[in-house]
């Protein structure tokens, strides 16, 4: 007997890239064969990131009750208190925001947080308007393209491309192609940008801004990657926050994504529904990643540990791969690589490829490689165009060894699949 589900069982449990992406991360990680995983977005094992979480986890043990408390109790549906203080404290000692604890509210993971966003917000409105989400550039999160309950809630607008010297590119918002109207619920950007590493520019996020505040919706700001924390910028910006602004935080890229704490800034009154949201769908949120990080706020060590450990690290990791894929592919092929500013990824562009991305995808598959084809990353528009099915998001987090020998079997099949198309012709 087979059971039947309803209309939002069926959008969230049928194929989605986000799932296969966290199955083949899942398969990965847990180290049942040789994987080789160059695909999900998990972070690195730094062993100075993790010298100061055993720290911190031995400081819970040994403090009176703190450990029984932090596993046999629950906190209340905005949050742990001591956690949302500590960050509303840091972050007007950081960037001088007007921010108070009612601005704050954690759930379980970012992930969560644009579950919550993305519904609240957009679908079916008043008087049965269908409000939507508008995503200024596309290509955009994986993570957001299959969380609406209901069907049709993005519009995305494609780029403006700007060639950068002869092997790389860089997107740009096209603002002439960026249209907002009386539908529109939110606007929603990542940056750094999921999945090519793209930032964009402080000028693109005031026009964003200020579009934002003529149509009285919110800038959602999805800031996994960004300043403060864990700070992956290879490029010199602040974050930005305002009453128009709802912005996304987490601690899962400072090396915590096993703790599910996603952070989200906005006015009162949406922090207030977050919470009754988090009251109806989970009770309270986990607090193991707040109790850890409270005190390295406090006296900002987060900070600290962003900025001089984790930015530089990674900045390298970026750097080095890089050098690996020109060093491996045929100089002769049509590709080029996204300017790499943040996060922990880069997006290969192989201009003309004669299969798609997806083939590709399942031809690395075969040989243990693990990428994520990039047509995933291109939903909302309006319509289809070549370019969404010649790219790759390739991630670089994993050790030297990884990322070097998946990058040479890359190189291989990207050379095969180029030499195939010229054979038959």
């Not at 199955?23 to 993790?50: I, K």
């Not at 996603?262 to 949406?270: F, M, S, V």
């Not at 900025?307 to 100089?331: F, G, N």
């Not at 002769?332 to 500013?341: F, G, W």
Request: hydrophobic share 40%; net charge negative; aromatic share 10%.
């Amino acid at each position: 007997m087979t059971w039947t589900y309803s209309q939002f069982g069926e959008r969230l449990s049928g194929p989605s890239g986000i799932n296969e992406l966290m199955r083949d991360l899942g398969a990965a990680m847990s180290g049942g064969r040789d994987v080789l995983m160059l695909g999900g977005g998990n972070p690195a094992h730094l062993p100075e990131v993790e010298a100061v979480w055993r720290s911190r986890w031995r400081e819970i043990y040994e403090q009176d009750d703190q450990l029984e408390r932090t596993l046999g109790n629950y906190d209340g549906p905005q949050g742990h208190p001591p956690f949302i203080e500590a960050l509303a404290e840091s972050l007007v000692r950081e960037y001088g925001w007007d921010i108070r604890p009612e601005n704050i509210a954690v759930v379980n993971g970012s992930q969560n947080a644009f579950f919550y966003l993305f519904n609240m917000l957009a679908g079916a409105g008043p008087e049965e308007r269908h409000k939507h989400i508008a995503l200024p550039l596309s290509p955009e999160y994986i993570g957001y393209a299959d969380q609406p309950v209901f069907p049709g809630v993005f519009r995305s607008t494609p780029p403006l491309v700007e060639m950068v010297g002869d092997r790389f590119f860089k997107y740009h918002i096209d603002f002439n192609r960026l249209q907002l109207d009386a539908s529109t619920a939110a606007l929603c950007v990542s940056r750094p940008t999921n999945p090519t590493g793209n930032v964009l520019t402080n000028e693109e996020i005031e026009q964003l801004e200020a579009l934002a505040a003529r149509h009285h919706v919110p800038l959602i700001i999805d800031n996994a990657y960004g300043a403060p924390f864990p700070d992956i910028l290879f490029k010199d910006i602040r974050p930005v926050w305002s009453e128009h602004t709802v912005l996304v935080m987490s601690l899962s890229k400072l090396g915590l994504p096993g703790t599910r704490t996603g952070i989200i800034l906005a006015r009162e009154e949406l922090i207030e529904s977050i919470a009754a949201m988090n009251a109806v769908v989970g009770l309270a949120n986990g607090n193991i990643g707040q109790v850890i990080a409270t005190p390295l706020l406090r006296d900002g060590r987060l900070y600290d540990l962003s900025r001089d450990v984790i930015r530089p690290y990674y900045e390298r990791k970026s750097r080095q791969a890089i050098q690996w894929i020109t060093e491996a592919l045929d100089p002769a092929l049509p590709y080029r690589i996204h300017v790499s500013e943040g996060a922990l990824f880069l997006w290969l562009w192989l201009d003309g490829l004669p299969i798609t991305a997806e083939i590709l995808y399942q031809r690395l598959k075969a040989r243990g490689v693990l990428v994520i084809p990039g047509h995933y990353f291109f939903y909302g528009l309006e319509e289809e165009h070549p370019h969404q099915h010649q790219c790759l998001r390739i991630s670089y987090a994993m050790s030297e060894d990884v990322v070097q020998r998946g990058v040479a079997i890359l190189a291989e099949e990207v050379a095969r699949a180029y030499a195939g198309a010229g054979a038959m012709t």
